[in-house]
């Protein structure tokens, strides 16, 4: 059976039929009374288009049909859409436009179904812009080119309006936009380089305008309240019609404008800037300065240098007020002296509290923050007051709530908080070897005198030193802490050891706290000539003691003990509470009615010093229990004392003080001593790893190594290293004296 002849269509003939096809669409677009097209008619126009491709050359007619393709558009575009818009402006141009591209997209939609086969084929095989992207790239060359300029300027009018409070319709906005967008078929260059930019530009200068005006007008807090709502319906625009890609940039305009630009003047404003809200506790604001100024390149340096500066006033004229409170009182009472330094030190916590409150809210932990709040506490935490350094008065100040009758009463939570507090100040003191070596002498007067408070406290200020400064430094106030335990067992043993050797008489009862050296504080021990009462107690526990252990030596510190005697005078019977050095002084009376001040130091073989401070506490303080000749306030080596048998008091027991030696010469003397220690094992360990180093970087590392515990003077680090050199741990080099090396 022979195959059917397809008739050959001709190009005119099927190009008019294809003619009225697209007249059709037009009509349907423009509006005009017009039948919808039907499955048949697309299947018709389709099977055209089709056929006019598939007939065999000559009469293929593919590349003809793509140019015509792309004048149905250009000819629709030249007589309908151009003239249309031509004739608008403003707002109702933009409307038009928006119709137009709606129903262009609709007419390329259309037709590219229509001429489907060429696109599949013809196109696919020569690699040509597909039908689609033909006809959106008519509309943009045609018409985009023509009226871009008009449409951007007439969306920037009305977004200036919208800055300025009135209604605009966005929807309308956020259309056109698309436009911007979609003409770019698939990049940004066009809503870039024909609107974005100009966007920007105009941006900027209406916030100048602004920004000019505010800052002569407004105070500080009114501006930034001003600018965040700025910043907020930008970032508001930028949801309802703008593409996202714009809000970075558009931000970064508007903060420019109205923060970097204007900072400095902001900031420093006399009666409201970053100061006076400081001053005043403006935390809200101080809120709202750190959110704006956090978003500017470089915007929190100058806050956080006046939050530093503000920070260091503010704890300078503390320490000013103490130095002047102390002076003051120094005239009067050796007592409020301390007590002032309890409340500068309490100042000091109440004003840590508060601005570390300030970083944590209103800065939101900013690391410069931190910083700045560091750097001024180190500048004011290491000035002294009224001769005491800063490592000195918080050691009291610990001393002060952790002893028995303190001046201050706090719950124990209270106490823990405080402690807790007071470590976190001691980070800032550059001396922490010195505030170590106070502690730990006001530690043992607490542990030996039994003045301590509570031994959990004790425990958990040294476990929160530990965290704070490490092991090392705590390692011998722990043991301290632990001796007391041990000497307490000691000692319940040593009262069995009597109980049960019957034989064994100490004459009295004796309580001994057995110490060990490396632990505590260095002491004097003297040999006191003990009165034989004494002698034979100590002889007790010497032979307890050697059962417990051969190997080890006791030294006996007799001024730190304590004795109960009776005092037999006329009126009646007192139990006296003094030191072991004040009861030898006093037994001496058992045997001799009258004594001169050489005869008393010759039988107690002590130092002129100890022998005149124990002398005037028994004859010229609050109780007299000795008299002398001739009745003055101060001790010569001429008097002569007597027991005073008529000295009477209401109490039957009363304690008579003997004021401590004033130790603090001791303390600093005793951590220079060890700074030359630790300085030393510094530069050995340096010079061990590095074998060769210059005199700069030894000196460098030494102190960075050095930093946590106290900043070394450069001058004694010279000195130790000279030391060392004559001591054969280093040498200089022979060509460069400024090289020191390392000798094995």
Excluded at 390 to 417: H, T, V
Excluded at 606 to 628: E, G, P
Excluded at 643 to 658: E, S
Aim: with cysteine.
């Amino acid at each position: 059976m022979a195959m059917h002849e397809r008739k050959t269509i001709d190009l005119e003939q099927g190009w008019e039929f294809m003619q009225k096809g697209i007249t059709k669409l037009k009509n349907i677009l423009e509006g005009n009374p017009e039948t919808q097209f039907s499955s048949e008619d697309y299947m018709m126009l389709y099977t055209t288009i089709y056929n006019m491709c598939t007939q065999k050359p000559p009469h293929d007619y593919s590349q003809q049909l793509y140019d015509k393709y792309k004048l149905a558009f250009e000819d629709y575009i030249g007589s309908m859409v151009l003239p249309s818009l031509r004739e608008k402006h403003d707002e109702f141009m933009l409307r038009e436009l928006v119709r137009r591209w709606t129903n262009h997209k609709i007419m390329v939609r259309w037709l590219s179904r229509f001429f489907f086969y060429l696109d599949r084929y013809f196109i696919a095989r020569r690699s040509l812009p597909p039908l689609n992207e033909v006809g959106l790239t008519c509309f943009r060359d045609l018409v985009y080119h023509e009226i871009k300029g008009k449409v951007k300027d007439a969306v920037l009018s009305l977004i200036d309006q919208e800055r300025e409070g009135e209604q605009i319709d966005r929807a309308l906005l956020k259309n056109i936009l698309d436009i911007f967008v979609e003409i770019g078929l698939g990049n940004m260059d066009c809503y870039e380089l024909d609107f974005e930019v100009y966007l920007l530009e105009n941006t900027a200068s209406y916030y100048s305008r602004k920004a000019s005006i505010w800052i002569l007008e407004d105070s500080c807090p009114d501006y930034m309240l001003k600018a965040e709502d700025c910043v907020k319906r930008e970032k508001e625009r930028v949801g309802h019609y703008l593409h996202s890609s714009s809000e970075n940039k558009l931000l970064e305009k508007v903060q420019n404008e109205l923060l970097a630009v204007y900072a400095s003047e902001l900031l420093e404003k006399e009666h409201s800037g970053c100061y006076a809200l400081l001053r005043d506790d403006k935390t809200e604001d101080l809120s709202r300065m750190y959110r704006l100024f956090s978003k500017i390149t470089k915007g929190l340096d100058p806050v956080s240098q006046m939050f530093k500066q503000h920070v260091t006033s503010e704890g300078t004229a503390l320490v000013k007020q103490a130095e002047d409170a102390a002076s003051n009182k120094k005239a009067e009472k050796k007592d409020i002296v301390g007590m002032q330094e309890q409340v500068f030190v309490r100042k000091i916590i109440e004003l840590h509290d508060k601005y570390m409150a300030y970083v944590t809210e209103c800065f939101q932990n900013h690391s410069l923050f931190h910083k700045a709040l560091k750097e001024a506490f180190e500048v004011f935490c290491n000035k002294g007051v009224g001769g005491s350094t800063s490592a000195e008065l918080l050691a009291s100040f610990c001393d002060n709530i952790l002893k028995k009758g303190g001046s201050e009463k706090l719950s124990d939570e209270a106490i823990e908080e405080t402690l807790e507090k007071v470590v976190k100040l001691l980070a800032y003191i550059s001396d922490k070897d010195l505030f170590a070596e106070f502690y730990r002498k006001k530690l043992a007067r607490r542990l030996l005198f039994d003045k301590s408070a509570n031994d959990d406290h004790e425990r958990s200020i040294l476990t929160k030193l530990k965290q704070q400064c490490g092991g090392q430094f705590t390692s011998k106030m722990e043991g301290m802490v632990t001796d007391l335990t041990l000497a307490r067992e000691n000692q319940s043993s040593f009262e069995e050891y009597l109980n049960s050797n019957s034989h064994v008489n100490a004459g009295i009862d004796l309580t001994v706290t057995v110490l060990t050296t490396g632990f505590w504080p260095s002491y004097k021990s003297f040999d006191l000539n003990l009165p034989s009462e004494m002698v034979r107690c100590v002889e007790v526990f010497k032979e307890f003691y050697q059962t417990k252990t051969k190997h080890r030596k006791l030294t006996w510190i007799y001024s730190l003990g304590t004795c109960n005697i009776n005092g037999k005078f006329d009126a009646k019977t007192i139990e006296l509470i003094v030191t072991t050095y004040q009861a030898a002084t006093l037994l001496l009376f058992n045997a001799s009615d009258k004594l001169s001040y050489n005869e008393i130091k010759t039988q107690l073989n002590l130092t002129d010093d100890d022998v005149i401070r124990l002398l005037h506490s028994l004859s010229c303080a609050k109780y007299k229990i000795l008299s002398k000749e001739p009745n003055s306030k101060t001790i010569s080596p001429n008097d002569v004392f007597e027991f005073n048998y008529k000295f009477t008091d209401k109490m039957r027991r009363i304690k008579i003080p003997l004021p401590p030696v004033d130790e603090k010469k001791k303390v600093v003397e005793d951590v220079d001593k060890d700074r030359r220690y630790a300085i030393d094992a510094s530069i050995v360990r340096i010079m061990k790893s590095r074998k060769i180093l210059g005199h700069q970087q030894l000196v460098m590392e030494c102190v960075e190594q050095l930093g946590r515990m106290f900043k070394p003077d450069f001058k004694a680090i010279k000195k130790r290293i000279e030391d060392l050199i004559t001591r054969d741990y280093l040498e200089r080099d022979k060509d460069n004296p400024n090289m020191y090396r390392y000798l094995a």
